[in-house]
């Protein structure tokens, strides 16, 4: 079983940044396919960014050139830079990590006022 726990969720303003990290536990996630996820009110739950194992990242067309993922395999962490952030970022951001099976955080509360 992997936990995984991500913080730095908040309120910041349109323009700001915000840092999210990811911590893993209970098995090494090294091989794993790591990514942020996020859920907007009222709109289904959406891919943000993934980083493979490898390095290679996949970000969403919304969020490319605002966002960087990140990982450290030897911290078993990911991170998630967001830059120049819109309301349209407000959003439960969830943490994931994929190998055979898929393991989610509890997710993170971001606000973004205009």
């Known amino acids: 079983q992997v936990q995984l726990v991500e913080s730095g969720g908040g309120l910041v303003q349109a323009g700001g940044s915000l840092p999210l990290s990811c911590a893993a536990s209970?098995?090494?996630?090294?091989?794993?396919?790591l990514g942020w996820f996020r859920r907007a009110p009222g709109k289904e739950r959406e891919l943000v960014a993934t980083?493979?194992?490898?390095?290679?990242?996949d970000i969403a067309d919304s969020v490319k050139g605002r966002f960087t993922i990140s990982r450290d395999n030897a911290k078993n962490m990911v991170w998630l830079q967001m830059n120049s952030l819109e309301p349209e970022d407000t959003a439960i951001y969830y943490c994931?990590?994929?190998?055979?099976?898929?393991?989610w955080g509890a997710g993170v509360q971001v606000t973004v006022s205009s």
């Open positions: 994931n990590a994929r190998l055979h099976t898929m393991y």
């Open positions: 209970g098995r090494d996630v090294s091989f794993h396919t």
């Open positions: 980083i493979g194992n490898t390095g290679i990242t």
